[in-house]
């Protein structure tokens, strides 16, 4: 009933799975190079994103927290420059 087998085969399974990642023994030719080269395309594509976001980000009212992007975008001014505007 779905043991060993009839002929007693039991063995190590492991051996005949096949999975998309390679399986269990899984050891991809040159892993550390690949993985160095798709962390450099993400930055590649995320770095110019955060920058033309922080250069569109507006606030028409003065957080009530500190936002970390306020550190690097240059819309942002001080609490005394919402006061006088408004």
């Known amino acids: ?3 060993a087998g009839a002929g007693g085969e039991g ?3 492991r ?3 096949w999975s998309m990642s390679g399986g269990p023994y899984c050891r991809p030719k040159h892993w ?5 080269f ?3 395309g993400v930055f590649l594509v995320c770095i110019p994103i955060a920058m033309k976001s922080a250069e569109l ?3 028409p ?4 927290r500190p ?3 306020q550190m690097w975008c240059k819309n942002f001014g001080t609490k005394d420059d919402y006061e006088k505007e408004h």
């Open 15 to 17: 051996a005949k799975v």
């Open 32 to 36: 550390r190079r690949n993985t160095a």
């Open 11 to 13: 063995g190590d399974f």
């Open 61 to 64: 009212h003065m957080p009530v």
């Open 57 to 59: 980000e507006q606030r």
């Open 1 to 3: 009933m779905g043991g």
């Open 38 to 40: 798709a962390m450099l």
């Open 67 to 69: 936002i970390p992007s």
